[in-house]
């Protein structure tokens, strides 16, 4: 079956970096996008971008351009999400998510467990 | 930028029938896709493509979507259904994967 495993929990100082990895199994990793969704405490889900596996292409987030970047190591089928210049307001959980669609549309049918990225001094 | 827009909160009895709204600029053009979501947990993917359901979501779940909304109906309500859920669509703008607010479903 479909798994997405996560790395675990992090804790930054405003203005560092922070690099969540996004392990895949259970299907061939370059066939199908990665998508990374973020939700801060309390709040809805908000999109930042995706990347395909097999190119390494990317889009962005309006939001975020210039702050984060999506990269992958195919033979460890594995995506990573880097997100600079952190702020107290980047303080989520972080979610990669397999996307899927039938024409343009895309949907999620499978998600990682998340990772809580917490921003403090 | 598309704008999805769903009630902060829904509630209903056991047994009953909840309906979660998702308005949108003429959403029924495009596919909507909708996500449960636990507390401490991940989104899971209850309806894509407005009505089709993936294999072990109950058939109580269902979709449609027309005009400018498009809606979730959860049939003969279980308190295990009690959750947040989220719409969502894939938009041609610049920012192409666009989610609602989220709804919050209390079973009472």
């Known amino acids: 079956q479909v798994q997405l495993v996560q790395s675990g929990a992090e804790v930054k100082k405003p203005g560092a970096s922070v690099k969540v990895s996004c392990k895949a199994s259970?299907?061939?990793?370059?066939?199908?996008?990665i998508n990374w969704v973020r939700q801060a405490t309390g709040q809805g889900l908000e999109w930042m971008g995706w990347m395909n596996p097999n190119s390494g292409n990317t889009g962005y987030a309006q939001k975020f351009q210039g702050r984060v970047t999506m990269t992958r190591n195919t033979s460890i089928s594995t995506a990573y999400m880097e997100l600079s210049s952190l702020r107290s307001e980047d303080t989520a959980v972080y979610y990669c998510?397999?996307?899927?669609?039938?024409?343009?549309?895309?949907?999620?049918?499978?998600w990682g467990q998340g990772t809580l990225v917490t921003v403090s001094s | 930028s598309y704008v999805l827009t769903q009630p902060p909160s829904v509630s209903v009895a056991p047994g009953k029938t909840a309906r979660i709204t998702c308005g949108g600029n003429n959403i029924g053009s495009k596919s909507v896709h909708w996500y449960q979501q636990k507390p401490g947990q991940a989104p899971v993917l209850v309806i894509y493509y407005d009505s089709d359901r993936p294999s072990g979501i109950p058939e109580r779940f269902s979709g449609s979507n027309s005009g400018n909304t498009a809606t979730l109906t959860i049939s003969r309500v279980e308190a295990g259904d009690e959750a947040d859920y989220y719409c969502?669509?894939?938009?041609?703008?610049?920012?192409?994967?666009?989610f609602g607010g989220g709804t919050k479903l209390t079973v009472l």
């Open positions: 998510a397999r996307e899927e669609h039938r024409g343009v549309a895309a949907f999620f049918g499978d």
């Open positions: 259970g299907y061939t990793f370059t066939s199908y996008d």
């Open positions: 969502q669509v894939w938009d041609s703008s610049s920012d192409p994967v666009v």
